[in-house]
């Protein structure tokens, strides 16, 4: 079965501080992972893309690493601020277009 | 700027009633996309459309239709609504082709009581 786990479920951290998310699947055959953020009670939007001869690649202070090897990805965010606070989902791409989303990280970036 | 609009932000309605939900995008794209998303879980397909008149079930289909007759419109139905569908429902299109960028709409929390 297809599945996206992500770890932690959810994080507090201070304004300014970096933090690493991360992504594990199982999902074959493998295509593509992709991070998104979400604003509560707003549809995702996309941060990155990675196909699978990509291991890093990054949109701002937003840096995504892939390791296909291990089923591997995190999300790290540098210098962090009181707008990043949202939930980050990572999802995985497989097969002819089809998807698996995972359940998502919830930052918190308190001042 | 991809622009997907959805007919509503918030909706309420009672059992038994047939609920539409509108989709809008102006970026010409082929695909789109229905997707629910509960506290838990993460997105789950609906249904989603490559092409007008086009549709396919995703994950998720029982309970739901769809609707494409024109290229930039993309329609959800409920035919009878149930307290179990009570849901934030997510569209979302995409040009073709692998790997490809989705965008999402606002979404719509559908409250059924």
Known sequence: KNQVEQSPQSLIILEGKNCTLQCNYTVSPFSNLRWYKQDTGRGPVSLTIMTFSENTKSNGRYTATLDADTKQSSLHITASQLSDSASYICVVGFGNEKLTFGTGTRLTIIP | ?113
């Open chain 2, 1 to 113: 700027d991809v622009k997907v609009t959805q007919s509503s932000r918030y909706l309420v309605k009672r059992t038994g009633e047939k609920v539409f939900l509108e989709c809008v995008q102006d970026m010409d794209h082929e695909n789109m996309f229905w997707y629910r998303q509960d506290p838990g879980l993460g997105l789950r397909l609906i249904y989603f459309s490559y092409d007008v008149k086009m549709k396919e079930k995703g994950d998720i289909p029982e309970g739901y239709s769809v609707s494409r007759e024109k290229k930039e419109r993309f329609s959800l139905i409920l035919e009878s609504a149930s307290t179990n569908q009570t849901s934030m429902y997510l569209c979302a299109s995409s040009i073709s082709g692998i790997p490809y960028e989705q965008y999402f709409g606002p979404g719509t929390r559908l409250t059924v009581t």
